[in-house]
């Protein structure tokens, strides 16, 4: 699986959108941009995931340069329960789906009041 | 549907000894995913199970190994404990079939003294 950079930690004020940037310069077609987070002491939450067009759900949005070289993930309008260590992966899905997670060393968010 | 529960939540044994890690995944979840968390590391892959057969496994050595039964629940024992498996083990699960996201449980905070 390609490698992922994240900056190692942002700050963002409440209210306003967070934009966490991920550079996966080595991404190859087949594979999948993913976006994780976890608060202190519990398990990893799935967010968003997408292979080259931009997505969106309830919880967020992942824009995929058209070279896909790198990511973005929006928070639209954060709160103070958005302060997590946001990972961004690469992966492959199989048949199966989603087998194998790499978690790199992620983004610290905070949000600041 | 019940999150994925994993027990015992802590834990404490002694270089040497063994220890059996357990999880239960969201009703109808077939596969079933082991990680490790220390703050060194970060999250590392261990193994996945998908119907009983290991589908996919970490780099990790053969005293770690796991199991899952036909109710999908899973097991993961390590043997010959050292300090450094000092961690956070993760269990996350899947439908296993088509399936983008893994939903992980609070995980078992181990401490090998």
């Known amino acids: 699986d390609a490698k992922t950079t994240q900056p190692p930690s942002m700050d963002c004020a409440e209210g306003r959108a967070a934009n966490l940037p991920c550079n996966h310069s080595?991404?190859?077609?087949?594979?999948?941009v993913y976006w994780y987070r976890q608060i202190h002491s519990q398990g990893p939450q799935y967010i968003i995931h997408?292979?080259?067009n931009n997505e969106t759900n309830e919880m967020a949005s992942l824009i995929i340069t058209e070279d896909r070289k790198s990511s973005t993930l929006i928070l639209p309008h954060a709160t103070l329960r958005d302060t997590a260590v946001y990972y961004c992966?690469?992966?492959?899905?199989?048949?199966?789906?989603?087998?194998?997670?790499?978690f790199g060393t992620g983004t610290r968010l905070t949000i600041i009041p | 549907k019940a999150g994925v529960t994993q027990t015992p939540r802590y834990l404490i044994k002694t270089r040497g000894q063994q220890v059996t890690l357990s999880c239960s995944p969201i009703?109808?979840?077939?596969?079933v995913s082991w990680y490790q968390q220390t703050p060194g590391q970060g999250l590392q892959f261990l193994f996945e199970?998908?119907?009983?057969?290991?589908?996919n496994k970490g780099n990790f050595p053969g005293r770690f190994s796991g199991r899952q039964f036909s109710n999908s629940r899973s097991e993961m024992n390590v043997s010959t404990l050292e300090l450094g498996d000092s961690a956070l083990y993760l269990c996350?699960?899947?439908?296993?079939?088509?399936?983008?996201?893994?939903?992980f449980g609070p995980g078992t905070r181990l401490t090998v003294t």
């Open positions: 996350a699960s899947s439908p296993g079939q088509l399936s983008y996201e893994q939903y």
């Open positions: 992966m690469i992966t492959t899905i199989s048949n199966f789906g989603n087998e194998k997670l790499t």
């Open positions: 199970y998908f119907s009983e057969t290991q589908r």
């Open positions: 009703s109808g979840h077939r596969s």
């Open positions: 080595t991404i190859s077609g087949n594979e999948y």
């Open positions: 997408g292979l080259k």
